[in-house]
């Protein structure tokens, strides 16, 4: 099983830059897909962004493409979010996983850290 957590949240105004990180232990990091989920008080837990082993392909939801990058370097066992342009609507606790997958009834992971909240104001 993997270890996982996460840095970096805070407050921040509209229009201003996050960068989250998460410092994975317990296992191989590189042969692990990684991302980013975020969940909004009364809201689903919702798919941010992924990432593969290699770090040679990217995935986002539509509404943080062209805003939020992912990125990962394995000799640091740590995957990173940079959250630039946030709006208010960003704000949500943001969760790191492992183990990341699409399946037919969405994305989906199987080691989750325990969250960083993220909160911006207008």
């Known amino acids: 099983q993997v270890q996982l957590v996460e840095s970096g949240g805070g407050l921040v105004q509209a229009g201003g830059s996050l960068r989250l990180s998460c410092a994975a232990s317990?296992?191989?990091?590189?042969?692990?897909?990684m991302g980013w989920f975020r969940q909004a008080p009364g809201k689903e837990r919702e798919f941010v962004s992924s990432?593969?082993?290699?770090?040679?392909?990217?995935y986002y939801a539509h509404s943080v493409k062209g805003r939020f990058t992912i990125s990962r370097d394995n000799a640091k066992n740590t995957v990173y979010l940079q959250m630039n342009s946030l709006k208010p609507e960003d704000t949500a606790v943001y969760y790191c996983?492992?183990?990341?997958?699409?399946?037919?009834?969405?994305?989906?992971?199987?080691?989750w850290g325990q969250g960083t909240q993220v909160t911006v104001s207008s």
């Open positions: 996983a492992a183990d990341v997958r699409e399946t037919w009834s969405g994305v989906v992971a199987e080691n």
């Open positions: 317990g296992r191989t990091f590189s042969t692990s897909a």
């Open positions: 990432i593969n082993g290699k770090g040679t392909s990217q």
